[in-house]
């Protein structure tokens, strides 16, 4: 479905991505995991087409070649990312968000069955939908903007921490939803700081350090990794016994 390789990305003289290379599967769930800085954002708006990479990236969507394309062409052609902090129309209603996610030209004859597997997944937007999307929470903005990305008719959803600054229930409900995403069949991109509930929903997963992929694994292997574990999942290894005697 997706294969991005050498992907490099200069902000001026900072090198945020250093050939970076990934690939999503048709119907599959892969999540990249890594520390705050690693470039995770810009290698996911690199792949929208938002950014653009040095010469010498290719970013191949199921045959096609996109980079050099607009960034209109890339959603026309299947990509959609849901950025951090959502990017939805604030003082645009539910109903209307939703509408404006259908703009691309071959994703607006499908509006109506886009609108109901939106609505099917996420309930509450059908009972708000005349509703003013910045007087929604933060969990029912989030759904919104995944929603709005659905519209499109995407075959590759890519998602920049969906759970950031949710609470524990709603981060669990967002979670579940992926999961039913995952279930229709749409490739899934997933950039996440919830290291546990990604991995759960996912097949596989990259590890990225300092604009570089450092690791990849399916997801049970990179639970199952102590390197990972320590890395994002807080264990540490005890301090040996002192009896009482610091040393
Ligand atoms: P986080 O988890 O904190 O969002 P990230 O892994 O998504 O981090 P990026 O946001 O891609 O990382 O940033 C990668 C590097 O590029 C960081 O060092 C960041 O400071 C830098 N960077 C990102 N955007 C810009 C920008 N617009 N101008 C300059 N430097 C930037």
Do not use: W
């Not at 708006?45 to 209109?72: D, F, M, S």
């Amino acid at each position: 479905m997706l294969s991005a390789s050498r992907i490099s990305l200069h902000y001026g003289k900072h090198l945020a991505l250093d050939g970076v290379s990934i690939d999503v599967g048709e119907s599959e769930t892969v999540v990249v995991l890594g520390a705050n800085g690693a470039g995770k954002s810009s290698l996911l708006k690199a792949i929208a087409g938002l950014l653009r990479p040095a010469p010498g990236a290719r970013v191949n969507l199921a045959g096609t070649e996109l980079v050099g394309l607009p960034a209109h062409r890339y959603v026309e052609l299947g990509v959609a990312l849901v950025p951090e902090g959502r990017g939805i129309f604030g003082d645009l209603t539910v109903a209307e968000n939703l509408q404006l996610g259908a703009y691309a030209k071959p994703a607006r004859p499908h509006e109506a069955r886009q609108r109901a597997l939106v609505l099917e997944l996420f309930p509450r937007l059908g009972e708000r939908q005349k509703q003013i999307a910045r007087t929604m929470s933060g969990g029912e903005q989030q759904m919104l903007a995944i929603g709005r990305a659905l519209m499109s008719c995407p075959r590759l959803l890519m998602l920049d921490e969906p759970s950031l600054g949710l609470a524990p229930i709603v981060t669990s409900e967002l979670f579940t939803a992926l999961g039913r995403i995952r279930e229709t069949g749409i490739a899934l991109l997933v950039v996440e700081q919830n290291v546990m509930a990604s991995l759960a929903i996912a097949h596989r997963g990259y590890l990225m350090e300092a604009g570089r992929i450092t690791g990849s694994g399916t997801a049970d292997a990179l639970r199952d990794d102590p390197a990972v574990q320590q890395a994002f999942l807080g264990a540490v290894t005890p301090a040996p016994f002192t009896n009482g005697v610091t040393p």
